[in-house]
């Protein structure tokens, strides 16, 4: 297998915002590269089974040979906020657990994607967040802003947070979720300004698995070759 090239955390600012979708997308076009990449969810809630439809997603666009209790160390019964669903189950999240089985994905592919669960400050624990996870395994982190009445808040406040991480945001992606949403052009121009990261990519409302995966293949590309919109020439891709 050839090098491994890198691992990035896909955060959100919210829950339900297009995080998997993008995940999917990009590990679709990476495998039209050539690329064997595998999508991670560390933690999912709302298992059926043993089961979740996100990691579903993720598993469907990855690469063969990848262990299912590696992409999704946690999975919870209970469609509740992770710390919930592990009180209820008795199951404390462990970050170096999750640390430990991103490690062996590394091993077997190319390109890893971890997909946060809801947004950045999201409850692991009785005091950790999905913050805590991020730091553990010290990805560069791309963030997906769910475009509707609310997002600038919530998408200023997640970079903020990422920033007092000592993390690396290498850059937005938005997804629209209303599709009547007003101003968007001047909502994006805002972010744009404000974010101090570039906008990688802009996902329309309805998905489409071949769209999505064309319209985010220049961040594919981004990510093979740490050529990002706004770094510096050479810049390496990962910390």
Known sequence: ??????????????????????TAALLRALGAR????????PVA????????????ALAAQSCAGIA??????????????PHLA?????VPIDPARIVAAHARLATRCQVVLVEGTGGWLT??????????????????????????LGCLN???????????????????????????MRALDGNIATLTARLGAPMLGHLPHA???????????AVADALLQGSWPGATPGAEPSP
């Open 123 to 148: 409850p692991i624990g009785a005091t950790a967040t999905m913050a805590d996870i991020a730091q553990a395994l010290g990805l560069p982190i791309v963030l997906v802003v769910g475009l509707r």
């Open 86 to 90: 592990a009180e209820l189950e008795g």
């Open 154 to 180: 919530l998408a200023l406040l997640s970079a903020q947070a990422i920033a007092q991480q000592r993390l690396v945001l290498r850059g937005w992606i938005g997804s629209l979720i209303d599709p009547t």
């Open 68 to 81: 299912m209790p590696d992409m999704n160390p946690y999975c919870f019964a209970e469609p509740i906020s």
């Open 45 to 56: 809630a709302g298992c059926t089974g043993g089961r979740n439809e996100d990691v579903e």
């Open 34 to 41: 050539g690329v064997r990449a595998a999508g991670m969810k």
């Open 1 to 22: 297998m050839s090098a491994f090239l890198g691992s990035w955390f896909i955060a959100g600012t919210d829950t339900g915002v297009g995080k998997t979708r993008v």
């Open 207 to 217: 998905p489409r698995d071949q769209e999505d995966a064309r319209q985010l293949r």
